[in-house]
């Protein structure tokens, strides 16, 4: 008899960045949108990224296609189903409301459209999701003002405010006042830090935004002290080793630090950023890191479990998946 898949939570996976090429080809025939790719073997081709920036460039060009309430939900929608197919028991799914308002889409179009595919999935398969609207920090800190007051006034009940885009240059004290307003609207806060940028970035995260949780985080291996900390407030990093390689953060999947990591004592989850991109969704990275790592059933076990207890979910909601797993 095999021993039963444990259950993962995905915690770190930007919706935009499940936009498939084939699904980019779909949305423009539909808008009668004219791409500047001949076909999606032409778009595949340019998947190959010499660092995060490279990658953003491609991902915000190709948001291009994604207009409607119903292109979210259908981006979502077909998000979802995957996930579930795939036994993952909960989401908390990042955004960019700036990256479609710059394009004049309304938040709350974008918001409505993704809360739509998630309830019709819970429906439909029993998946839970949450999503968690990101400060783009390579946009000014008025633009990322307004969008906490959209997401706030958008009727959808979102959990988080993150922080993403470009790293480096932007640390996480610029965006202080708007994490500060998130957490008195009750908001949860979450950030990208130590992807690209210094073990400095994930104090400030920390110190300055509040932040319960730091996404990537690789980069606090730099610093003992930092890894102290993490490891005394008991901080989730959510790792995603496919990114990690593809943004060429490290030169090889075996070079990123993962079992440094869980040999610290750090409370490490694994994700997929954004699978179209990336070559893999959240089985293949966990497929992907037990092969680089040679990670036992048990370790297996030990991430899936620190996925569900790293989530937003409420205690009763995180002992039944956890029960679930056991
Ligand atoms: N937005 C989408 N993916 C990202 C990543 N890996 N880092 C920062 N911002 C992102
Ligand atoms: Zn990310």
């Known amino acids: 008899m095999t021993a039963p898949r444990p259950q993962f939570c995905e915690l770190h996976l930007h919706i935009e960045g499940t936009l498939e090429p084939a699904t980019i080809f779909d949305l423009a025939r539909r808008q009668r949108l004219q791409l500047p790719y001949a076909d999606e073997a032409e778009l595949a081709a340019k998947y190959r ?10 991902y915000y060009a190709n948001m291009v296609v994604l207009r409607t309430e119903d292109d979210f939900s259908l981006l979502a929608q077909a998000y979802l189903d995957r996930a579930a197919a795939a036994g993952i028991a909960h989401v908390e799914m990042f955004v960019d409301p ?38 783009v920090r390579d946009q000014p800190v008025d633009s990322a003002e ?76 730099d610093d003992p002290r930092l890894v102290q900390r993490l490891v005394a407030d008991r901080i989730p990093l959510t790792v995603c080793p496919l990114s990690s390689e593809r943004l060429r953060v490290v030169d090889d ?42 990670l036992t059933a048990d370790e297996l076990a030990l991430l899936a479990r620190t996925s569900i207890e790293a989530s937003f979910l409420s205690d009763d909601r995180k002992k039944e998946l956890l029960r679930a797993g056991a």
């Open 49 to 58: 990224f010499t660092d995060l920036q490279s990658f953003l460039d491609l």
């Open 253 to 294: 999947l075996a070079e990123l630090p993962l079992r440094q990591m869980l040999d610290a004592g750090l409370r490490v989850t694994l994700n997929s950023d954004d699978p179209a991109y990336f070559g893999g969704y959240l089985d293949d990275n966990v497929e992907a890191a037990r092969r680089a790592f040679s």
């Open 98 to 135: 700036q990256a479609h308002s710059e394009r004049g889409i309304a938040e709350r179009v974008v918001l409505r459209g993704l809360q739509r595919a998630i309830d019709e999935a819970a429906e439909r398969h029993g998946i839970s999701a949450s999503i968690i609207a990101c400060v």
């Open 146 to 221: 307004r969008m906490l007051d959209a997401v706030l006034d958008s009727g959808v009940p979102v959990i988080g405010l993150g922080l993403d885009s470009a790293e480096v240059g932007y640390p996480p004290s610029l965006f202080r006042s708007v994490f500060e307003r998130a957490g008195e609207a009750g908001l949860h806060r979450v950030a990208h830090a130590g992807e690209e940028g210094p073990a400095e970035y994930i104090w400030e995260a920390l110190d300055l935004l509040g932040a319960e949780r730091i996404d990537h985080g690789i980069r606090a291996l």
